[in-house]
């Protein structure tokens, strides 16, 4: 073969390739998969997965190949051939097509052929090739083998029967969610794929082994037997428990949401989403679902009309105009709906409104904003430091990106009060309690390595920013950053935070601590659970209870009617046409999917009713096209409120919030409630203070500080800074607790 390159025309790291008759120009050390893909050639395969590293064990991507007129001795894998300069690659020759068949055949010796029954069928790749690659009739006449199913835990089911050891999810746990909690077991015929300890998948990525699996092998246990994907309609939509606004589908049935996948972005999400995304549309069809409105008469709750309902919040509004109304907002709440709550706060004069509600210390005026790096180029960044974040449970697919920036040489540093569960080594790390985390912040050692590095990020997580002490963080990493030229990234604390703070949904007067701390005579509140959604849960309700309420829900629940004077049913997400803007300031639609529950509306259309009736400005729109031709940013300078007072004795509280307990939707979703990464209520506490206070780990303690008590069970863990206690927020048995300092005694 000449030295010389086939089409000297190509750049130095390229090579001419040619597929079927098809010149094609391909990165050196590229595989022919890869070329064939770029150029819309169809290869079958099975173990193969863009995302995964390649396995090469299931041979059906065999092609023959020629180089130089000689061509290779037998068929070569596609998906671990490099490309070379003039190789001629065959994909539908006979040597090509016989071997693809014959791997069909021996990928079916063993499948039990149960597509009938099978909740895979109609969107299973085995199903699809075999009646392209298959044969009508059988050669293997002996007994099929039969695998024992393995209990993955109440996301996943199984079927191991169906699988073709593709190592899909093998290698997806390994490399993705970097748990490697599923392995290849026994050798030959007897392999089989599970887990070497028998207990569930405790990853919060665990439902992407479903999407990655070509096989029926692993289904959805929560969608399994419900509807067959030929019944389902496709509806855009996004991912509402963090910030992240992961890109997804939900598939729907006859107006319900049956399941929820992915959506791919490789800007945002790429082709995963995680579990409490995937699952939670559970939550929709709970049983204290507001779906008619609500009016309290006398103390007694009373179904009403929207007309009847609509005209008591009137009432309200107009008798507690200007300062005497406080707006308190969901930080999930959509662009739309956001927009017409801050017109409505001006037309109603009141400067009281605020999204920031789970926020303690808010003395700085701070208000989200957007990474100083894209999503996308975090995981080539060479430094990352994580301050008061357990960001695998906070935002799992923005801990993913730090795990790929890992696993590409970065080192990442860590500043918490609890040493979380990260998959990533870290290279260095302070477990220090909430209150030294400023002050650590401004450790030399920690300025040395982001400044000598070419990308540096600090990612500021919901542990520093909902902390007591979070404007002190905030102003610490903001003069790092500063300092070092790193990529200030703090989280904004809510699906829609960011979204929010443009529309204006921020106080010119009090703020949400401050509306709660001064009693309004009236108070809207928009999406929220009074009793689990605030920061300070003890001072929010009596607030509220001694005011009259107005409130948007979309639940009853019994916080809500213990709070309120007329509940307003609306839809959630996934029932309504909305925008969001995600933590890198990205703004993206979500289309309306399932169907309203009851009498239920969208909010804003009970916003622009209840604006129209009572002939406000900036409420003559008619439709949704109509609202958002009218949307703009809304400035304003933001009112500070004073630092909360920490002051006294006690261990300092370390609060985050539950993996599946960070919204109405999540708390309801019972697959999710029965993970065993919701753990429960509790207190951890490090071994010399439990010691110290006279506590024992699995033994119950009294938690009390000057807001509230609780009764919890304790866990003693070294991984807790000494001084600080940790707690995790969205349980009632937590909900009475400010983070602040508590006194700890045996119950």
Not at 142 to 153: P, S, T
């Amino acid at each position: 073969m000449s030295a010389q390159p086939v089409n000297p025309d190509l750049p130095p790291d390229h090579v001419t390739v040619f597929i079927d008759g098809v010149e094609l120009a391909a990165p050196k050390g590229s595989m022919i998969i890869h070329a064939a893909d770029k150029a819309g050639i169809p290869i079958p395969r099975f173990c193969y997965h863009d995302k995964l590293a390649i396995a090469a064990n299931c041979r059906m991507c065999l092609v023959d190949t020629e180089v130089g007129g000689r061509g290779a001795p037998k068929p070569s894998p596609a998906c671990a051939t490099p490309v070379m300069d003039g190789l001629k690659v065959f994909t539908r020759n006979d040597k090509a097509l016989k071997a693809q068949r014959n791997v069909m055949e021996f990928l079916l010796i063993n499948h039990p052929l149960d597509c009938p029954i099978c909740d895979q069928g109609g969107e299973c790749e085995l199903q699809d090739l075999s009646l392209g690659y298959g044969r009508s009739v059988s050669r293997f006449a002996e007994r099929k083998r039969v695998v024992a199913d393995e209990d993955l835990g109440p996301l996943v089911a199984t079927e191991m029967t169906r699988c073709i050891q593709c190592t899909r999810c093998v290698r997806f746990t390994a490399e993705i969610a970097g748990t490697y909690e599923l392995g290849g077991m026994q050798r030959g015929e007897n392999l089989q794929i599970g887990t070497y300890d028998g207990k569930p998948l405790t990853t919060e990525l665990s439902g992407n082994v479903i999407d990655v699996c070509p096989v029926g092998a692993l289904t959805n246990k929560v969608f399994r037997f419900r509807a067959r994907p030929w019944e389902l309609i496709a509806r855009e939509s996004l991912g509402a428990h963090d910030a992240l606004g992961s890109n997804l589908f939900h598939h729907l049935r006859r107006g319900d949401v049956m399941r929820t996948v992915p959506r791919d972005n490789e800007a945002v999400n790429e082709c995963w989403i995680s579990d409490r995304d995937r699952y939670s549309h559970q939550g929709l069809s709970a049983d204290d679902r507001a779906v008619r409105p609500l009016v309290k008469d006398g103390g007694e709750w009373r179904e009403a009309s929207w007309e009847d309902a609509l005209t008591r919040a009137e009432s309200i509004l107009r008798d507690n105009a200007a300062d005497q109304l406080g707006v308190l907002v969901h930080p999930a709440t959509s662009n739309e709906e956001g927009a017409l709550l801050a017109r409505l706060a001006d037309a109603l004069g009141t400067g009281n409104l605020d999204h920031r509600i789970a926020q303690r210390d808010l003395s700085d005026g701070a208000v989200a904003e957007a990474f100083a790096m894209p999503v996308a180029e975090l995981d080539k960044a060479d430094v990352v430091l994580l301050v008061g974040s357990n960001l695998r449970h906070e935002v799992p697919l923005l801990h993913h990106r730090v795990r790929q920036a890992w696993t590409r040489g970065a080192k990442v540093y860590v500043v918490n009060p609890v040493d979380f569960d990260f998959t990533f080594d870290i290279e260095d790390k302070a477990i220090v309690a909430p209150s030294q985390i400023a002050a650590t912040l401004q450790v030399a050692e920690l300025g040395d390595a982001l400044r000598g590095a070419k990308h540096a990020a600090i990612i500021v997580g919901a542990q520093a920013e909902a902390s007591a002490h979070a404007a002190d963080i905030r102003k610490a990493a903001a003069a790092l950053a500063s300092s070092t030229g790193a990529s200030l990234c703090r989280i904004p604390q809510g699906a829609n935070a960011l979204g929010l703070t443009r529309a204006g949904v921020l106080p010119t007067s009090r703020d949400a601590n401050a509306m709660l701390a001064e009693t309004r005579g009236a108070y809207v509140i928009y999406g929220i659970e009074p009793g689990l959604d605030f920061a300070d849960q003890a001072k929010a309700l009596k607030a509220l209870g001694a005011a009259q309420v107005v409130a948007f829900s979309h639940f009853a629940c019994q916080s809500t009617r213990q709070v309120a004077d007329v509940i307003l049913p609306i839809g959630a997400l996934a029932e309504i046409d909305a925008t969001l803007t995600n933590l890198e300031g990205r703004s993206q639609q979500a289309t309306a999917a399932g169907k309203l529950p009851g009498d239920a509306r969208a909010g804003w259309r009970v916003l622009r009713a209840l604006g129209g009736a009572m002939e406000l400005a900036g409420f003559d729109f008619t439709d949704l096209a109509g609202l958002r031709a009218g949307l703009q940013a809304r400035a304003v300078q933001v009112a500070a409120s004073n630092a909360p007072v920490v002051d006294g004795d006690g261990l300092e509280l370390a609060v985050t919030q539950a993996i599946y307990r960070v919204d109405g939707l999540t708390r309801r979703a019972a697959a999710l409630q029965s993970h065993p990464l919701n753990v429960g209520p509790r207190i951890v506490l490090h071994p010399d203070d439990a010691s110290a206070n006279g506590v024992a780990d699995g033994g119950m303690a009294k938690v009390a500080n000057a807001v509230g008590t609780a009764t919890l069970q304790v866990a003693v863990d070294d991984r807790v800074a000494p001084g600080a206690a940790w707690v995790e927020s969205g349980y009632g048995a937590t909900a009475a607790l400010a983070a602040g300092k508590v006194k700890v005694v045996a119950a």
